[in-house]
């Protein structure tokens, strides 16, 4: 019985190359033959369907093929398929000749084992460095804070590094000796079946190639500590309400001269009752009389600087809008302001004395 791939995958022929791939990581774990309650039946059946669906050329072959997909493989009815047929090839085409095993990229696999058996930390390394964990937080600024700028003080409970050992992890005055486990690499080999090894970070120093005689007593050879912190953050001119600033190494703090994550502040804006924000142009609203909207006037409007004096002219009408240059919200990271957008609204009288009422007659009797 042929095989349906995407059955297999648990997911709709309208799938996203992204979805495939999701599909196929959360099997990918369910199944793996080294991990408890895993089938390799069911994984070599996973990785194949994964090969063919996430490749265009492949997935569109076997869209255009369906059920009989198997049979115009195996006679030739398409070339460009050299997919794996089943996890023995696959891992076949990662030994060497001699059927020994050696280390390889696994691509989108190698995300999945990563994950599978502990590679996934918080703590990525870059070259030979050790990169700590981003930290998320808001903010909460007033309407004119965000417009204008501050400056905020947040307070975070995070990893800092110990002030004993300079983040060494070392009792200052002992020695810090090559790590024997991994030879000093910070990696070793682990063998994840199939005759294939897999490099990971080495449990006995952490990835950092080298060990401490004695502990540091602090912070029991950690490198770092979990303290509150209290940060200076600048929000620059012009932050609008979800926007985020990037905070470089005010994050998870790395031991053993590692890099420190990085700090990101998410600003939260209270709205403002005279004023609305538009991109970088304020919308405001002014409500004059019919006398004024009929004679002219020029009346005062807030502005975000203070009052300023608008002329309106006569015979406006009511949604009239004035444009104040200038005087809206400043550009971020640049130079120059927005306008300030005002609405006028003409106010009619709700109680009319009996000489307004005789006013307005004449009026309409002339119209």
Do not use: W
Request: hydrophobic residues 30%.
């Amino acid at each position: 019985m042929a095989k349906d791939y995407y059955d297999i995958l648990g997911i709709n022929k309208n799938a996203s190359s992204e979805e495939i791939k999701r599909a196929f990581r959360k099997l990918a774990h369910q199944y793996h033959p080294d991990k408890g309650g895993g089938n390799e039946a069911k994984f070599k059946e996973v990785n194949e369907a994964y090969q063919v669906l996430k490749d265009p050329q492949k997935r569109q072959q076997y869209d255009q093929y369906g059920q009989t997909f198997e049979q115009a493989r195996a006679q030739g009815g398409f070339s460009g398929f050299e997919g794996f047929r089943d996890f023995s090839d696959f891992a076949e085409a990662f030994r060497g000749n001699n059927g020994a095993s050696y280390e390889f990229n696994f691509g989108d696999l190698g995300d999945v084992f990563g994950d599978l058996f502990g590679f996934g930390s918080t703590r990525t390394r870059t070259g030979t460095r050790t990169r700590s964990a981003d930290i998320q937080t808001s903010i909460n600024l007033t309407f004119k804070e965000a417009v204008f700028g501050t400056e905020k003080n947040i307070t975070l409970t995070k990893d800092a590094v110990c002030e004993k050992c300079q983040g060494s992890g070392a009792e200052p005055g002992s020695k810090i000796n090559t790590c024997k486990t991994c030879q000093g690499q910070g990696r070793v080999v682990k063998n994840i079946g199939f005759g294939i090894g897999m490099p990971s970070t080495c449990p006995e120093c952490a990835g950092q190639g080298q060990r401490a005689e004695k502990h540091c007593s602090k912070c029991h050879g950690n490198g770092v500590i979990r303290q509150s912190s209290e940060i200076k953050v600048k929000m620059p001119a012009g932050i609008d309400n979800n926007q985020s600033i990037r905070l470089t190494g005010q994050g998870q703090a790395a031991a053993q001269s590692g890099q420190a994550g990085d700090l990101y502040v998410t600003v939260k804006v209270t709205s403002d009752k005279d004023f609305e924000r538009d991109g970088f142009n304020i919308m405001s609203k002014a409500e004059i009389s019919f006398s004024q909207a009929a004679l002219g006037d020029k009346i005062n409007i807030n502005t975000l600087d203070g009052q300023v004096r608008l002329k309106i002219p006569a015979g406006t009408q009511s949604g009239k809008v004035f444009v104040l240059r200038g005087r809206g919200v400043p550009y971020l990271h640049s130079r120059g302001r927005g306008d300030q957008l005002v609405k006028v609204i003409v106010k009619t009288p709700t109680r009319l004395s009996r000489k307004q009422k005789r006013m307005l007659e004449e009026l309409k009797k002339e119209e």
